[in-house]
């Protein structure tokens, strides 16, 4: 199937809720995305910023971070109040 004919992501993710389906798979990155209807099922925001989160995203933090590029402090020796440095 050409790419101008592959099903969209929003069409396949309609498809899926209308039938209770838990997850589909994304057509452009063949990844198993989560459905509103998995979420719902959790009950409440994992914080992951979940493509189809019906919770607006409640407990995800304003600017995503990755922990391995966070500077390594050690707390107990490292005066400032929050322990990464002045």
């Given at each position: 199937?050409?790419a101008?004919?592959r ?34 099922q ?8 979940c493509?189809h ?6 407990n995800?933090?304003d ?17 400032s109040?929050?322990g990464r440095?002045?």
């Amino acid at each position: 199937m050409s790419a101008d004919r592959r099903p969209r992501a929003e069409d396949l993710h309609a498809a899926a809720c209308a039938v209770g389906a838990l997850s589909y798979v994304d057509p452009d990155t063949g990844y198993e995305v989560m459905t509103a209807v998995a979420h719902k099922q959790r009950g409440r925001c994992c914080g992951s910023a979940c493509r189809h989160c019906p919770y607006a995203h409640i407990n995800v933090r304003d600017t995503p971070r990755d922990p391995r590029s966070e500077p390594r402090t050690d707390p107990r020796t490292d005066p400032s109040p929050s322990g990464r440095g002045g």
